[in-house]
């Protein structure tokens, strides 16, 4: 088994070696005593301690702890210290119960330990190393670094983290996804309320703004006092306004040359008046309506071109129902030529609107002004309705045409 980093939680065994308690005495070299018994204890950084083993016989100078129980801690950093008992003989004053002592303490980084192995399959600390653990985890031993005689002969490569697509993972993204999506909602809505009460609520306006509008609205109100005050003298003294001679004098030159204008302008109009009209009679002269039996009589050469006459529908004539089908159609001509007459031309208004939809043309849109094949005794009611409206147009023309003859 290979751990990408080693926790507190994977350690199985602890072993200590060259178990030993070292006193100073006055020569240069340091006293090794045995130590009969020992025990450890594991702290974090910060002094609690998180576990205590059972004491055992350290006289071997090698003792492993093997019935660790299973820690239930992530962490890499931890206090490791050892105690032993100190030996009747280097007490000062005898002691029926036993007297610990640290024999020494570790503070170690378990990701950070160096494994340790040898050919022979045992480890050797230095020579002037004492007590020196070694920690048993899944994928080997590893003691403190720099303790050690013999470092591992091959290295262990770190496997690269390779990201895969899981069905967990893509579950948990569409949960993100939607918990976005719900916020984005929210926000849109209250973003959209904000905006009503900022809409619906008056914005705040500023001194000074309120000021130069009460000012302006007290000095319109002063100028107009004052113009009632002249109105009110003006009319109580009656007085009369006379024009001197050269601005009377004025005054007529510039009424003359305006007219003059005028003239000129209304000639113009009536002169292209005439053009169209001419231009229109030359467009229906093959539909018959110029004809001895149309009903338009058109002007001579000699004469303007207000002079043409439009001619009343007859109701007799029209009801007769021979050649049905060329009476249809030559109403149909002569209400567009009314039409275009009125409306594009003379730019007069009728009483009764006109629609051309040529052997079938109605009067008001209801109205028709063709005779059916099989007439009802209601359409016969209405065509003779519909003579009756367009006759009332035709007046209206031809009251034009000789108010401007």
């Given at each position: 088994?290979?751990?990408?980093?080693?926790?507190?939680?994977?350690?199985?065994?602890?072993?200590?070696?060259?178990?030993?308690?070292?006193?100073?005495?006055?020569?240069?070299?340091?006293?090794?005593?045995?130590?009969?018994?020992?025990?450890?204890?594991?702290?974090?950084?910060?002094?609690?301690?998180?576990?205590?083993?059972?004491?055992?016989?350290?006289?071997?100078?090698?003792?492993?702890?093997?019935?660790?129980?299973?820690?239930?801690?992530?962490?890499?950093?931890?206090?490791?210290?050892?105690?032993?008992?100190?030996?009747?003989?280097?007490?000062?004053?005898?002691?029926?119960?036993?007297?610990?002592?640290?024999?020494?303490?570790?503070?170690?980084?378990?990701?950070?330990?160096?494994?340790?192995?040898?050919?022979?399959?045992?480890?050797?600390?230095?020579?002037?190393?004492?007590?020196?653990?070694?920690?048993?985890?899944?994928?080997?031993?590893?003691?403190?670094?720099?303790?050690?005689?013999?470092?591992?002969?091959?290295?262990?490569?770190?496997?690269?983290?390779?990201?895969?697509?899981?069905?967990?993972?893509?579950?948990?993204?569409?949960?993100?996804?939607?918990?976005?999506?719900?916020?984005?909602?929210?926000?849109e809505d209250l973003s959209r309320e904000i905006d009503t009460i900022v809409d619906e609520n008056p914005k705040p306006l500023r001194k000074q703004v309120l000021l130069h509008a009460s000012e302006e609205l007290e000095l319109a109100i002063e100028l107009r006092r004052e113009k009632i005050k002249s109105l009110k003298r003006t009319n109580n003294s009656d007085s009369c306004y006379h024009c001197n001679p050269s601005t009377e004098q004025r005054i007529n030159e510039d009424y003359g040359a305006t007219?003059?204008?005028?003239?000129?302008?209304?000639?113009?109009?009536?002169?292209?008046?005439?053009?169209?009209?001419?231009?229109?009679?030359?467009?229906?002269?093959?539909?018959?309506?110029?004809?001895?039996?149309?009903?338009?009589?058109?002007n001579t050469k000699d004469q303007s071109a207000y002079e043409i006459q439009l001619q009343r529908v007859s109701t007799s004539t029209a009801m007769d129902n021979t050649e049905r089908i060329s009476k249809n159609s030559l109403l149909g001509y002569y209400l567009l030529f009314v039409y275009i007459l009125a409306e594009r031309v003379f730019r007069l208004p009728l009483p009764h609107q006109l629609s051309f939809y040529g052997s079938t043309s109605v009067i008001d849109n209801t109205l028709p002004l063709y005779l059916a094949d099989s007439p009802t005794q209601k359409h016969v009611s209405d065509f003779k309705t519909a003579l009756e409206r367009f006759n009332l147009n035709i007046m209206q023309v031809n009251q034009f045409l000789e108010r401007h003859r």
């Open positions: 088994m290979y751990l990408l980093k080693r926790r507190l939680r994977h350690l199985n065994a602890i072993s200590i070696l060259r178990v030993s308690l070292t006193n100073t005495g006055g020569g240069d070299q340091d006293m090794v005593h045995t130590v009969s018994s020992l025990f450890l204890a594991i702290e974090d950084l910060k002094g609690r301690c998180l576990y205590v083993s059972e004491a055992q016989n350290g006289s071997h100078g090698s003792v492993q702890f093997e019935e660790m129980p299973s820690l239930p801690y992530t962490m890499t950093k931890i206090r490791l210290k050892v105690l032993g008992q100190v030996p009747q003989g280097l007490l000062e004053i005898s002691s029926d119960s036993p007297v610990w002592t640290v024999l020494v303490s570790y503070t170690l980084d378990l990701s950070r330990l160096c494994p340790i192995a040898s050919n022979d399959g045992n480890v050797c600390p230095k020579n002037d190393n004492v007590n020196v653990p070694v920690f048993h985890f899944p994928d080997g031993l590893f003691g403190a670094p720099g303790v050690f005689e013999n470092a591992p002969k091959n290295s262990i490569e770190l496997i690269p983290h390779r990201k895969s697509f899981t069905f967990n993972g893509a579950l948990k993204l569409n949960k993100i996804l939607e918990y976005w999506t719900q916020i984005h909602v929210e926000l007219l003059s204008e005028y003239t000129n302008a209304l000639h113009r109009m009536q002169h292209l008046e005439e053009r169209k009209i001419g231009q229109l009679l030359t467009a229906m002269k093959k539909t018959g309506l110029c004809d001895r039996n149309g009903f338009v009589v058109p």
